[in-house]
């Protein structure tokens, strides 16, 4: 199938399937006698997993990584099953940062519906921000 079709089949651009070639996420299709990309109809499925891999959060390193265990023959189980457990251990921690910063700008917003501006001085910059 051509690169057009093939775009439209994966609701992509031709542009980042040709990307995807050059990154090595998909292989180099064969050509036609006139020089067009003839992409097996697999192609279609491989965009699918690339896209469900960015979904799930997975770098396109990771994708490729992932697709070079399967083309050797072998199943990428464990392998995604280490990436997933690693992403969902950054996204927790991540998700804890989020709390205690949010924690600290609802104080800091307390503290700012307190203050009449017609009170503060020339000491300091903003008594808003500075320690209690």
């Known amino acids: 199938m051509r690169i057009g079709t093939l775009a439209a089949a994966a ?12 990154a090595g996420l998909l292989p180099q299709p064969p ?8 992409y097996p109809t697999e192609a279609a499925e491989r965009l699918a997993f690339i896209r469900d891999g960015q979904t799930a959060g997975l770098t396109l390193a990771e994708i490729r990584s992932v697709l070079a265990i399967r083309d050797a023959g072998q199943p990428p189980c464990r392998h995604v ?3 997933i457990e690693t992403h969902l251990e950054q996204v927790e921690a991540r998700i804890a940062e989020l709390l205690a910063t ?11 519906r307190s203050v009449d501006p017609a009170d503060c001085g020339p000491e300091g910059i903003c008594r808003i921000l500075a320690p209690a």
């Not at 031709?14 to 990307?19: A, E, L, P, Q, Y």
């Open 11 to 22: 609701g992509l651009t031709t542009k980042t399937i040709r990307f995807y070639e050059q």
């Open 81 to 83: 099953t280490t990436l």
């Open 31 to 38: 050509r036609t006698p006139a020089g067009y990309r003839d």
């Open 102 to 112: 949010r924690t600290a700008l609802q104080s800091l917003h307390q503290r700012a």
